[in-house]
């Protein structure tokens, strides 16, 4: 894989076809970059022709990373120790490293699954609470970038928008808009890792509410709280039942008047201790990475123990949640209309209470539980179908996110539009006829870094295969008999919106999620990389190609 600068000056030379020069000279250094064998070249911009400035492809690196957040500085550090030899970047949409932990500000805002498992596997969460804070994780990932001069490859407002691939010189050329700036920024690259999440930054969904333009009060969305929202006091209703409510509403009781939590149906809600014991021995008698390594083994096959056994048992994990639930709250409360959903148990996510605080604040009454639909706003509140009233100076739309399929980047392969519903996806992070293109996308069922890490694991074995064997392009082949089944098999209201932006997914391997983070470890990590679906190729400019290896 021969990243070098004939991927900026041949996108130079489609840029600026007006000009014959301009092209020549583009080649010429094409040409060049060849025969010096160059790894990466930052270009400097040829004269523009007559009549306008062509588009110029300023710089060339080996790997793009698309976003900043726990998963893109994952990313860097993987390239650091797994594929020294790369150049590579990042392009953060935003100002600031973090990605969902520097955006969400909103009270008691934290991780929804422990830290030994959303922390990455190669620096040992150290803070003695599992379930942590929002800016403890986000002081995690800073001072992780920091640490690894992750930091310093961070190219800030910088908004991908769009991608296209060329087979003849096997690179894509990314274009990014910068905010800061309004200029528009091009850059080449050898492959390209999105690690940009799976919602849209910059707007939370809000369903359209009748008559909420007659609510004297304030409503405000989780994900554009600020903090200037004054609740101290004040009487709230969060709107919701998912995992930023079940975080909100507890936060918001401790200086609230009161806090309704009112939800259209019951979610899973199970309690869990903020701080590990075990990992709370381990670490006094075990050097901190071997407690780290076996605490996270530990969570991880408790999750997939605790999945496997509401898929295959679900009547029972029913009732084991019930009467978990049961035991948090006072005697004669109604359980089953306001924790007892109609769904199985992980058809959607389970929400996650430090401590049962949710429940702790019910047995205090400072939150009241409301299951009910709403009828309208009104200039005091909320009528409900039952024709209830809840009266509120604040109301705060906990009612889910937009999804947004690879940061909404526009992809095209050889001036074909790559429509993500078309295509199926491969071990769970690439693209059926997508070349060098790899998505990182964490787990429904456990921690999302799980998959991130072990998805930057297989990326850089790639890498490093195609590099010992002279290949310039790799692309998952798709068996045209392979049904298709959604990319997510999960019934929440945010995914069933959204689910047709998405990949599709087949029902047998390489091409099925599994959900399965050991089954992920043996293909990601110890499979075959030809694997006979896996194509590998050299660029047009070289006219070789080579053909898959049967597995």
Sequence with gaps: MRGNARCAARSNAR????????????????????HDGL???RLLATPPPAGGSPEVVSEHVDVLIVGAGLSGVGAGRHLQVSCSGKTYAI??????????WDLFRYPGIRSDSDMYTLGYAFRPWSDAKSIADGSSILDYVRQTASENGIDEKVRFHHRVTSAQWSSDDACWTVEAQRSDTGETVRISCSFLLMCSGYYRYDQGYTPEFPGIER?????????KWSEDVDYAGKRVIVIGSGATAVTLVPALAERAAHVTMLQRSPSYIVSLPAEDPIAKLLRRVLPERVAYSLVRWKNVLLTLLSFQLSRRRPTLVKSLVRRAVQRRLPPGYDVDTHFKPQYGPWDQRLCLVPDGDLFEAICAEKVSMVTDRIQEFTRRGIRLQSGTEIEADLVVTATGLNLLALGGVNLVVDGRQIELAE??????????????????????????????????????RLLNHMDEHGYDCCAPRRDPSMAEQPFIDFSS???LRSIDQFPRQGSRAPWRLYQNYALDVMSLRFGAIEDGTMEFSRARATDAVVEPVAA
């Design 15 to 34: 840029g600026g076809e007006g000009a014959a020069a301009g092209t020549r000279a583009a080649r010429q250094s094409w040409r060049r970059a060849r």
């Design 39 to 41: 790894s990466s070249t």
């Design 91 to 100: 392009f953060e949409a935003r100002g600031a490293i973090g990605g969902t």
């Design 215 to 223: 609510f004297g009060g304030t409503v405000v969305h989780p994900q």
């Design 423 to 460: 295509t199926m996806s491969y071990k769970g992070m690439m693209l059926s006829e997508v070349p060098n293109l790899a998505i990182t996308f964490g787990y429904t069922n456990a921690s999302w870094t799980l998959k991130a890490d072990l998805t930057c694991e297989y990326v850089c």
């Design 493 to 495: 209201g945010y995914v």
